[in-house]
T-cell receptor
Framework: SQQGEEDPQALSIQEGENATMNCSYK?????LQWYRQNSGRGLVHLIL?????REKHSGRLRVTLDTSKKSSSLLITASRAADTASYFC???????????FGSGTRLQVQP | DVKVTQSSRYLVKRTGEKVFLECVQD?????MFWYRQDPGLGLRLIYF???????EKGDIPEGYSVSREKKERFSLILESASTNQTSMYLC?????????????FGEGSWLTVV
């Protein structure tokens, strides 16, 4: 079953704009991770936020986590054409050995 | 850098064939995973292994089996391929110590069953 669901499914913006993607999940988590996938390639880890953290930054990435709402958001600031990719959230759930991935958001950044 | 290598990027197999997808990682990771990715469904876990010769079923193990005889190698086996197994298969690995660790993916294997 899907633990994480991303919203929107697809997003198209202009270069320089900010992109925000959301992830909702169903059960309590240990941490939540965001991954990026270029078309036809494997996934690459971007950032991890633990359940006791509310916000985390890495370069142009900002991740927030609201455990009361069971949701997270990924903000990419000053987007570039090279940010065009699919972005997935993945949850680490107590008692489960593997991450559970959502269905992803396809981001298109127009130059 | 961690490297997870999937031996075949593109495969075309016939219905009923036995298919082997091979994956090797070079970072001495305890955990290895096989996911399947389909449009609109995201990644779904097929099997994972947390030690040599140890395996656990994921969310969609039906029609698949796995083998882990050496720590660095994790194979996915389709005993009798069917058209509904046409998909992209992703292998991944991570250190032990729990599910909070980052996982590292291979480039994926595109399997078409005709």
């Amino acid at each position: 079953s899907q633990q994480g669901e991303e919203d929107p499914q697809a997003l198209s913006i202009q270069e320089g704009e900010n992109a925000t993607m959301n992830c909702s999940y169903k059960t309590s988590i240990n941490n939540l991770q965001w991954y990026r996938q270029n078309s036809g390639r494997g996934l690459v880890h971007l950032i991890l936020i633990r359940s006791n953290e509310r916000e985390k930054h890495s370069g142009r990435l900002r991740v927030t986590l609201d455990t009361s709402k069971k949701s997270s958001s990924l903000l990419i600031t000053a987007s570039r054409a090279a940010d065009t990719a699919s972005y997935f959230c993945a949850t680490a759930v107590t008692g489960r050995r593997a991450l559970t991935f959502g269905s992803g958001t396809r981001l298109q950044v127009q130059p | 850098d961690v490297k997870v290598t999937q031996s075949s990027r593109y495969l075309v197999k016939r219905t009923g064939e036995k298919v082997f997808l091979e994956c090797v990682q070079d970072m001495d990771h305890e955990n290895m995973f096989w996911y399947r990715q389909d449009p609109g469904l995201g990644l779904r876990l097929i099997y994972f292994s947390y030690d040599v010769k140890m395996k656990e079923k994921g969310d969609i193990p039906e029609g698949y089996s796995v083998s882990r005889e050496k720590k660095e190698r994790f194979s996915l086996i389709l005993e009798s391929a069917s058209t509904n197994q046409t998909s992209m298969y992703l292998c991944a690995s991570s250190l032990t110590g729990g599910v909070g660790n980052t996982i590292y993916f291979g480039e994926g294997s595109w399997l078409t069953v005709v």
